[in-house]
């Protein structure tokens, strides 16, 4: 089963270009050693919440855009041997010259870990559209979540859905401004769900979002208790700007 190397970036709206030229450089070398694809997906359609979202995640000003993305990997083992010479490359390689190729973004305030895939079903696309979620779930009620998520997958592709990936936080560091456990106030008990479906466009998304409303199997049986607290759940609908890989 693939590994999941997740971000979430805080991007000056300003910067959308130099982010996409940087993004093509820097990641064409992650794919040089190992990882299988790549997307860099830019916020279109991300409310605000009341307790959480994507902007609190990475403190995100009014002059700035949330970036959503990932790396896929074979595996963890690629993932770690991959980046490990990613930072060898810092060295050597002028692509990584911050001179030469200076971030076009605040690299204090962006979130990343590693995940391993729960839930993996649909096959790779172009991705036209993007939803991206983190999720804090129970440690406790992993199994509870794995399933629940896995049920609703038959559901999402009759409504259009390309492909889904529910992702463990496997190797997720605490960072000193934001990480992905303040993302979702996760506590103690609680561990990181790095998550995304793709669309094969944002109206067939919108679509499939107002026939939920009305969908009765969409409807928990009675006593089920969900596995997290949806009022700290983070989403929101995003654009891939950056695709690499298949």
């Excluded at 496997?170 to 793709?198: H, L, W």
């Excluded at 466009?201 to 949806?230: I, N």
Aim: net charge negative.
């Amino acid at each position: 089963m693939s590994y999941i190397e997740g971000f979430v970036i805080a991007v000056p709206t300003a910067n959308k270009d130099a982010f996409i030229e940087h993004a093509r450089m820097i990641d064409a070398i992650f794919m040089e050693h190992g990882a299988t694809r790549i997307l860099e997906c830019w916020a279109e359609d991300v409310p605000h919440g009341q307790q959480t979202d994507f902007y609190r995640a990475v403190q995100a000003t009014d002059s700035e855009s949330v970036v959503f993305s990932w790396i896929e990997w074979p595996d963890k083992a690629t993932r770690e041997s991959g980046s490990a010479a990613v930072m060898a490359a810092m060295e050597t390689d002028p692509r990584m010259d911050p001179a030469a190729n200076p971030m076009p973004f605040d690299g204090k305030r962006m979130i990343y870990g590693g995940f391993e895939p729960i839930v993996e079903e649909g096959p790779r696309s172009a991705a036209p559209y993007v939803q991206g979620f983190i999720v804090p779930v129970p440690h406790a009620r992993r199994e509870d979540y794995r399933k629940m998520a896995q049920d609703a997958w038959p559901m999402f592709e009759g409504y259009g859905a390309i492909r889904v990936i529910e992702a463990w936080g496997d190797d997720v560091p605490a960072g000193k401004i934001t990480d992905f456990a303040r993302s979702v106030e996760a506590g103690e008990e609680e561990n990181v769900v790095f998550s995304y479906i793709e669309w094969p466009s944002r109206e067939v998304c919108d679509a499939a979002a107002e026939k939920m409303q009305s969908d009765e199997s969409m409807m928990p049986p009675e006593g089920f208790v969900m596995p997290f607290d949806g009022k700290r759940m983070v989403y929101g609908g995003f654009t891939p700007i950056v695709t690499l890989g298949e």
